[in-house]
């Protein structure tokens, strides 16, 4: 069962640009986490960030967490090319080791 | 760093025969988990293990089973392949907490004909 849902499912911007997703879950969570896919590969945990943290900070990352609207924001400021990738939330309903993923944002960053 | 390492990351087989799909970590993870990912419906659980023998359903286990004789590693058995189970298979581990951020292998594309 798909807990999160990315928004929007593909973006496109310049280099230098700052790109905006969001990720909306239904249930209770214990922590929101999100991974980046690069074409053909595995996911690559980014950050975590806690039911009682509002906001988090990780390089050119920054993710919000609003429990009252069951929703994330991460912004990627100044994108690269290399940003391109796919980037999903996952969330930690507490219940036993597992998450549950979205579905995922497409990001294109181009020169 | 951790490495989850899956045996291969191409491979085709014909409907009927029996696949084997594995998994090997190196961080003494006790949380092993299995994934299959098709466009539009991101990643969904198939089976995950929290300790050598143990096993749990996730949300799509019907033609799949696991094994888990080693703790660093996590074999994905498919009984008799079918077509529609044409897909990206993704590996992960985790340390035994509960939310912890997991780590993923880079995959297998698996191709029934």
Redesign the interface.
Known sequence: SQQGEEDPQALSIQEGENATMNCSYKTSINNLQWYRQNSGRGLVHLILIRSNEREKHSGRLRVTLDTSKKSSSLLITASRAADTASYFCATDAGTASKLTFGTGTRLQVTL | DVK?TQSSRYLVKRTGEKVFLECVQDMDH??M?W?RQDP????R?IY?S?DVKMK?K??IPEGYSVSREKKERFSLILESASTNQTSMY?C?S?L????????????T?LSIL
């Open positions: 989850v006790e949380n988990f994934y539009g419906l991101g990643l659980l995950f929290y749990e996730g949300d993704l992960a985790s035994g907490q509960y939310g912890q951020p997991q780590h993923f292998g880079d995959g594309r």
